[in-house]
């Protein structure tokens, strides 16, 4: 990966940390992007002491915000010009329902918006690589969601892990429909399970979820064993040319049926171009 610049979303723990610190004993030069600074620079010191001799940087957005998103890929983009490999990674479960600056539901947002934007905003910059590749980190909860187009924003109703579900769903629907996009381009995106991980993306949840999920953490996957996938789809030869696929355990997965649904795909494309492109006029 010597000479690479990858870029990591939600890299200041869990699979996102793990991620970056594989990345970078492989040389890659990485830009981290992370919610919280201090977190994200002494996860770029960790790189920096074990690293291949690859750059690192740290940018700072809340990914729930399309203003900061915007902000971020600019301040990206200004000082670096090809993207090499994208780690969407950024994510959130939460069992209340949160409204977001933008008056969307945090979960879609954080979890699916960002992913879809981000991509969207970078997107040149990957095909100037050689051959770019796009990494979605979704999840087996995708089975327990569903795309409800008449309530998104789950205003009529809401439960915490339908809607983890379904925007999980959402990473995999957007990952075939990009691939059908970039058809011809160079370059391939996939998407991925990487398993139950024993990381914090949870313990932002107060009570019975949160305590669960401390108590569950030690008989959990480990956050460098749910790496894995993602590092293998980001790096290894045997996938250069693979797109538009679901793996789990480094392996092609066949998803939930729903998440085959290329009309389903291209809706949900629709619909996310227009909601992003409607905060971007405001």
């Not at 990858?6 to 940390?17: D, E, K, L, P």
């Not at 996860?43 to 957005?61: I, K, M, Q």
């Not at 024993?198 to 305590?211: D, E």
Request: hydrophobic share 45%.
């Amino acid at each position: 990966m010597k000479g690479k610049r990858v870029v990591v979303t939600g890299a200041s723990r869990g699979i996102g940390r793990e991620t970056a610190l594989a990345l970078g004993r492989m040389g890659a030069d990485l830009s981290l992007v992370v919610r919280d600074a201090g977190r994200g620079d002494a996860v770029a010191e960790e790189v920096r002491a074990t690293s291949g001799g690859g750059d690192v940087d740290v940018f700072v957005a809340d990914l729930s915000s399309m203003a900061e998103i915007r902000r971020v890929a600019a301040e990206f983009l200004a000082k670096h010009d090809t993207i090499d490999v994208i780690v969407n990674n950024a994510g959130v479960l939460l069992m209340d329902r949160q409204i977001t600056k933008d008056g969307y539901e945090a979960t879609f947002a954080t979890n699916h918006l960002a992913y879809f934007l981000l991509t969207e905003l970078l997107l040149d910059a990957v095909k100037k690589a050689p051959a770019g590749r796009i990494v979605n980190v979704a999840s087996e909860a995708h089975h327990r969601g569903t795309i409800d187009f008449d309530d998104l924003m789950g205003e009529k109703s809401y439960a915490g892990w339908r809607a983890y579900g379904a925007s999980k769903l959402a990473n995999i629907l957007f990952t075939s429909e990009l691939a059908r996009r970039l058809e011809g381009t160079g370059v391939t995106t996939n998407s991925l399970h990487p398993g139950v991980i024993a990381s914090g993306f949870a313990l932002n949840n107060k009570g019975v979820v949160g305590t669960l999920w401390k108590l569950a953490s030690p008989f959990l996957t480990s956050s460098e064993n749910g790496a894995k996938t993602t590092i293998f789809l980001a790096t290894d030869p045997s996938v250069a040319r693979v797109s538009g696929k679901y793996f789990s355990k480094c392996k092609v997965k066949t998803p939930s049926r729903e998440a085959r649904e290329a009309a389903v795909a291209r809706r949900l494309w629709a619909v996310s171009e227009e909601l992003v492109r409607v905060r971007k006029a405001s």
